[in-house]
């Protein structure tokens, strides 16, 4: 597949200084991996923030870092809340040899029977699926066809999706990808969520607003860093 390269340099700036490095145009990371100790570095804001904010899915990333070549994932990815811009990135240097185990987008292609009806609709219950590969195998997203979801009840399953070689899907086979239901059931389950979301308490107000600053990101050499 297509790698997509970036340029990074190590950092010295942690703690309190990190809101200096993005004020400054920096976008702090981590690169880590099975046989790389964690090395803090920085990127160009506006450059990563340009390809990240494109990818989508795991892609691989050629990351140079004083002119050594990684051959990376993003692992994690901070943003924003207001803006949507980058804060902080995990990047996990593969081992081409060593497969990986990552969430791949499920998109619903095609025309279903159902879908023009206008009393039926093809509703999505699982958007994503979990896959092993090797990184050169790695795909961006899983391409399911509707066309055979045609009358009410008909269902997808996770058996139902076909993979390139090299994939093998995790996910329980049996999991309902999509199926066909009266285009009402769509209109009372979305009122439901909207009233749920509406449904907070002075406490989870509590609870958002003494949430993790950004700055918490920094006890980033963690155990957690170290898991691929």
């Known amino acids: 597949m297509d790698k997509t390269l970036l340029k990074a340099e190590k950092r010295n700036v942690i703690g309190k200084g990190i809101k200096k490095l993005r004020r400054d145009g920096w976008l702090p990371a ?9 090395v803090a570095i920085q990127l160009s804001a506006l450059e990563a923030g340009n390809v990240l904010g494109r990818i989508q899915g795991t892609v691989l990333i050629d990351l140079e870092v004083e002119g050594n070549i990684h051959t990376t994932i ?5 943003s924003d809340i207001l ?10 240097a ?10 791949v987008p499920i998109s619903l292609v095609g025309e279903s029977i159902a879908d023009a009806s206008g009393e039926l609709v093809v509703m999505s ?5 979990q896959v092993e590969c090797l990184p050169n195998d790695i795909i961006n997203v899983l391409e399911v066809d509707k066309e055979s979801l045609t009358e009410l ?12 070689e090299g994939i093998t899907i995790l996910t329980d086979s049996n999991e309902t990808v999509a199926r066909v239901a009266y285009a009402g059931i769509i209109e009372v389950e979305e009122e ?3 009233e749920e979301a509406l449904d907070i308490d002075a406490e989870d107000v509590e609870v958002i607003e003494k ?10 050499f963690s155990s957690d860093s170290s898991d691929a």
């Open 30 to 38: 981590i690169l880590y991996g099975p046989s790389l100790d964690p």
């Open 74 to 78: 993003v692992r994690d990815l901070q």
């Open 83 to 92: 803006r949507g811009n980058p804060t902080h990135v995990d990047f996990f």
């Open 94 to 103: 593969v081992d081409m040899l060593q497969k990986l185990t990552i969430n």
């Open 125 to 129: 219950n699982l958007f994503e699926v």
């Open 153 to 164: 009840g008909d269902t997808l399953i996770v058996a139902d999706i076909e993979v390139p």
């Open 192 to 194: 439901v969520e909207d």
């Open 211 to 220: 949430g993790k600053s950004s700055d918490d990101e920094d006890q980033e």
